[in-house]
C-alpha cells in the first residue's frame, strides 16, 4: 500500500508541475487571440496605466475557462509522455499496476478542476464579463488623443479634417496646414490654409485649442446654390487666429446597466429566470399579433370569397358602388341558375364587379389596394423581426446556459485523450505532444464553434449544437484509453507501412549483408540443386493456374480456399535464403536482395504472386549458374 501512495505522489507531482507550466502558456495564447481582436479599441487612447490594468484582469478571469482544457490537455501528453520515455510506465506496468490505477490520482484532481471550472463560469466569470464589457465599452467611446501624421488627411476630430504637410515634434509646431472645417454642414464648410499652426488640450481635457498663423480662410455664404454660376463666399485674411474645437479626452466609466442584459453576464439561475420570462413575453406577444392580424383590413373569413362588400370599401371602392356591382351581380347570378352550381347569397365575385366598374375607379382601386397590401407587408415584417430578435436572445441565453457545463466537461474530456495518448507515444517534451494537442484543439474548437452559430441561427436545437464537440471527441478519448490500457500499437508507424504496403502491393525489400562471423558454410552443391527445384517448381504454378478468362480470375480472388503450393514455395525459398545468408561471396549476397519477400496471406492477387514467381526464376536461375560456375559442381 505505501509504493502505491508513494506512486501516486510521483504522478502527482509531474503532473501539477507541468501543467503550472502549460496552463500560463495556455493563457498567454488565448489572451493574445483576444487582444488582437481589440487592439484597435486600445491603442491611441491615451489611457492610464489602471485602465490598462482593470482591462488585463478581467481579460484573464473570463479567459481562464477557455484556457483550462488545453492546458490539461498538454500536461497530461507530456507528462505521460516523459513517464512511458523514460520507461518508468514500463516498470510500473510491469509490477502489476494498470494504467486506469495509475491515472486515478489524475482523474480525481481533473475532476476537482472540472467542479471548479463550472464554479468559475457560473459566479465569478459572469461579473468579470460585465466589468470587462463595460470597461470595453467605456474605451471604444472615449475620443483619441490626437496624434496628426505628416502627409496624411486626419480625421481624428469630428467634422473636421486636417492636412499637415510637416511637423516639429520638439516644439509641437505644424507647418503648411489646411483645414476643413465642417461643423455647419457641408454646403457650409470653412477652408482654412495656415503656414503654422499649434494645438494643445485645455486643463479640462474637454476642448482642443487650435492657434493659426499666417493664413487665409474661405467660406461659402450661400448653401443652397450648389447649381448656380456665381455662388458668394466669403475670403478673411489673417495674422493670427484662434479656435476652440469641442474634444473630449477624458476617460469616463459607461453606466452598468449597459451591459447588464447580456446572456454572458448572468449565472446559471440568473440565465434560467430570464429565459422563463422572455419566453413567456414572446409568448404574449406571439398572442396580440395574430389577434391584431384577425382585426386587420386585410383579414378574410373562410365562409365566404369575400365578407359582403367590406373589403372592397376598404379597398377603395365608395359603399355605395359597391352595393350596385353586388346586386347587378346577384341578379345575373340567377339568372344563370340552370346550371348544377349554385353561388352563396353572402359571396361575391371579385373579377365581375372589377370588369363593370370604369377605368379611373379600376385605377383608383387598385393603387389603394397595393398601397394598403405594402403597408401590411412591412408590419408583418415588422412583426417576423421582433419575434425573430426575441427568439435568437433565447436561445443566446440557452447556449451560455449550456456552454457552462460542456466547457467543464472538456477538462475531462481532453484529460482522457491526453493522458492514454502520451502513453501510447512515448514521446515527451514540448515537440510532437504540442502539435498533437494543438490539432486536437482546434478540431475541437472548430466543432464547438460552427455548432455553437447553427444552433444560434435556430437551424439545430441550441443543446444538441453545444453538445456536438464533446459527443465527437468522447469516442476517441473512450478509444485512446482502451488501446493505451491493452499497450496496443496503435502508434506505431511500422504497423501503418505494412498495411499500405499490403494495401498497394508494395513488396518488401531484402537487406541481406555480410556476417561478421560464420561458422558454417553452406553446402553449395545442395543450395544449387534446390534452387533448381526451385525454379521448376515456380514454372510449372505459372503453367498450372493461368487465369484466361475473367471468372476465373475473379473467383481466384476471391477465393477462401488456401494456395498450398503457394506456401510450398515460400517455405523453400526462405530456407535457401537464410542457408546462403552465411556465404561469404558478395554478389550471392547481393542477387539474394533480389529474391521477394511472399506474402502468402495475400496470394489471393493474382498479378502479386505472378510477378512474385517470375523474380524467383529469374534470379534463382542466376543464383544457380553462379555456384556452377564459380565452385566448379558437376
Not at 427568439?391 to 477538462?411: G, P, V
Not at 545468408?581 to 519477400?597: G, T
Amino acid at each position: 500500500m505505501a509504493v502505491i501512495k508513494k506512486l501516486d505522489i510521483f504522478i502527482l507531482k509531474n503532473y501539477l508541475t507541468l501543467f503550472a507550466g502549460t496552463f500560463c502558456i495556455s493563457l498567454f495564447v488565448v489572451m493574445m487571440q483576444f487582444l488582437w481582436k481589440y487592439i484597435d479599441d486600445l491603442v491611441g487612447k491615451g489611457l492610464s496605466f489602471e485602465v490598462y490594468a482593470k482591462f488585463f484582469w478581467y481579460a484573464t478571469e473570463t479567459l481562464v475557462p477557455m484556457a483550462l482544457p488545453l492546458a490539461i490537455l498538454l500536461a497530461s501528453l507530456i507528462s505521460f509522455g516523459n513517464i512511458g520515455e523514460r520507461l518508468e510506465l514500463l516498470a510500473i506496468k510491469a509490477a502489476g499496476i494498470s494504467l486506469f490505477r495509475t491515472l486515478c490520482p489524475l482523474i480525481i484532481l481533473n475532476t476537482l478542476f472540472a467542479i471548479g471550472s463550472f464554479h468559475f463560469q457560473n459566479k465569478i466569470a459572469p461579473e468579470a464579463q460585465q466589468n470587462l464589457m463595460q470597461l470595453l465599452f467605456s474605451m471604444r467611446e472615449k475620443s483619441p488623443e490626437v496624434d496628426i501624421p505628416e502627409g496624411v488627411c486626419y480625421d481624428g476630430i469630428d467634422n473636421i479634417n486636417l492636412f499637415v504637410k510637416k511637423k516639429n515634434k520638439d516644439t509641437g509646431m505644424l507647418y503648411d496646414v489646411i483645414i476643413y472645417n465642417m461643423q455647419d454642414g457641408v454646403n457650409k464648410a470653412h477652408i482654412i490654409l495656415a503656414d503654422s499652426a499649434r494645438m494643445e488640450t485645455s486643463s479640462d481635457k474637454m476642448h482642443l485649442l487650435l492657434h493659426l498663423f499666417e493664413g487665409e480662410q474661405f467660406e461659402n455664404l450661400n448653401d443652397n446654390t450648389l447649381q448656380a454660376n456665381n455662388v458668394p463666399y466669403r475670403r478673411e485674411t489673417f495674422v493670427e487666429k484662434h479656435f476652440i474645437i469641442d474634444f473630449d479626452s477624458n476617460f469616463t466609466m459607461t453606466d452598468q446597466e449597459t451591459v447588464a442584459g447580456s446572456a454572458m453576464t448572468k449565472d446559471m439561475n440568473q440565465l434560467v429566470c430570464d429565459i422563463d420570462s422572455m419566453e413567456t413575453r414572446l409568448d404574449s406577444l406571439s398572442v396580440a399579433f395574430r389577434k391584431e392580424m384577425k382585426r386587420n383590413a386585410l383579414y378574410v373569413p373562410h365562409k365566404a370569397v369575400l365578407s359582403d362588400y367590406d373589403s372592397l370599401v376598404i379597398a377603395g371602392m365608395s359603399s355605395q358602388l359597391v352595393k350596385e356591382l353586388t346586386e347587378a351581380e346577384k341578379q345575373e347570378e340567377k339568372k344563370k341558375a340552370k346550371t348544377a352550381f349554385t353561388v352563396p347569397k353572402s359571396s361575391v365575385n371579385i373579377d365581375s364587379i372589377m370588369n363593370k366598374i370604369n377605368s379611373q375607379d379600376k385605377q383608383r382601386v387598385l393603387m389603394s389596394a397595393i398601397q394598403k397590401c405594402g403597408m401590411q407587408e412591412m408590419e408583418l415584417e415588422w412583426k417576423a423581426d421582433q419575434m425573430e430578435s426575441g427568439e435568437k436572445q433565447i436561445r443566446r441565453h440557452w447556449i451560455q446556459y449550456w456552454k457552462k457545463i460542456t466547457t467543464a466537461l472538456s477538462c475531462l474530456l481532453f484529460f482522457f485523450i491526453g493522458a492514454p495518448l502520451g502513453a501510447i507515444i512515448r514521446k515527451g517534451g514540448l515537440g510532437m505532444p504540442v502539435v498533437i494537442a494543438v490539432v486536437i484543439f482546434l478540431v475541437y474548437y472548430i466543432i464547438d464553434t460552427g455548432s455553437m452559430k447553427v444552433g444560434r441561427e435556430g437551424t439545430i436545437p441550441v443543446w444538441l449544437g453545444m453538445w456536438i464537440s464533446t459527443i465527437v471527441l468522447m469516442p476517441l478519448g473512450i478509444y485512446f484509453t482502451i488501446k493505451s490500457n491493452n499497450d496496443s500499437s496503435v502508434f506505431n508507424m511500422d504497423t501503418y507501412t505494412n498495411f499500405f504496403r499490403k494495401l498497394w502491393g508494395i513488396r518488401t525489400k531484402r537487406h541481406i549483408s555480410r556476417k561478421e562471423v560464420i561458422i558454417n558454410d553452406p553446402d553449395y552443391p545442395e543450395m544449387a540443386m534446390m534452387l533448381g527445384e526451385l525454379t521448376n517448381s515456380c514454372r510449372n504454378y505459372l503453367k498450372n493456374h493461368r487465369k484466361r478468362s475473367l471468372w476465373g480470375y475473379i473467383k481466384f480472388i476471391f477465393s477462401r480456399r488456401k494456395d498450398e503450393d503457394a506456401e510450398d514455395i515460400n517455405m523453400h525459398l526462405e530456407y535457401i535464403v537464410d542457408s546462403l545468408c552465411n556465404s561469404k561471396d558478395k554478389q550471392i549476397l547481393l542477387d539474394l536482395n533480389y529474391l521477394p519477400i511472399m506474402e502468402t496471406s495475400d496470394f489471393r492477387f493474382y498479378r502479386r504472386k505472378k510477378g512474385d514467381m517470375k523474380a524467383i526464376i529469374q534470379y534463382g536461375d542466376k543464383i544457380k549458374d553462379y555456384i556452377n560456375g564459380k565452385y566448379s559442381i558437376q
